[in-house]
């Protein structure tokens, strides 16, 4: 497989577009930042078993067009010009068949759903497109197989937010700690990890965990952990405390 990075947007469902077939699949934050295995089934025209292609029921069912001659094309007068156009008669196929496919009903291809194995690199983002080759539709007339394109969307994460590979999240702190400093435990996307708050930090002030965020796509390491701490202020005070 081959993986392509695209932003533009893409249409839902399944789309046909010769015989290269667009599928969209959702997967989750951590199967973006890690990368996963997943099958898909994929609805898509295959050759007919029962005729290997053919469209007959054998090939002495098979006649050239009479209207075109067996090219396909009949040509069109339009004033000084001549124009070409697919025959009417046999569909620009270039022949006809007398004793069609009881299976495929002379259309050479019938409809199959394949289940499809697909590797997701770590790093992908919504929009990125990965590239099946050989794993579109079967082409007709016994044209080759097409290009399968995966378009990816990632669900959103109930604690993370994504800025390329980077990545952010929130942490609530109680107003002693922030003004007398604490070891906090905050997560991360493979667990915990210990960060340090100083002495007299401030509501939404920003520290940065390195190496704790996404890998790059194109490689070269990984993106930071950027944890922004909010305190909260306590609603109700002891006579103690106050």
């Not at 989750?28 to 898909?40: L, M």
């Amino acid at each position: 497989s081959e993986f392509f990075s695209s932003s533009g947007g893409a249409s839902t469902g399944r789309e046909e577009r010769g015989s290269d077939l667009q599928y969209n699949m959702e997967i989750s934050f951590d199967d973006a930042a890690f990368g996963s295995s997943k099958e898909i089934d994929v609805p898509r025209m295959e050759v007919c078993d029962s005729c290997s292609g053919l469209g007959a029921e054998s090939e002495k069912d098979i006649n050239f067009c009479g209207s075109c001659g067996g090219t396909g094309q009949q040509r069109v007068q339009q004033g000084f010009f001549s124009v070409a156009t697919s025959c009417r008669s046999c569909g620009g196929r270039g022949k006809t068949i007398a004793n069609p496919c009881k299976t495929c009903h002379g259309q050479t291809r019938i409809s199959k759903t394949k289940r499809i194995r697909v590797n997701v690199p770590a790093g992908v983002s919504s929009g990125s497109r990965i590239k099946l080759t050989g794993e579109g539709e079967d082409g007709p007339n016994g044209g080759p197989s097409g290009d399968l394109y995966i378009v990816l969307s990632v669900k959103e994460h109930s604690l993370f937010e994504r800025d390329g590979a980077d990545i952010f999240c929130e942490v609530p702190i109680s107003f002693s700690q922030a003004s007398l400093g604490t070891d906090l435990e905050v997560p991360t996307l493979e667990g915990k990890a210990r960060l340090k708050i100083p002495t007299g930090t401030q509501t939404h002030k920003i520290f940065r965990l390195k190496n704790q965020g996404i890998v790059h796509l194109r490689g070269g390491g990984r993106g930071d952990l950027h944890v922004r701490v909010v305190i909260e202020t306590p609603t109700k005070l002891s006579a103690r405390q106050k």
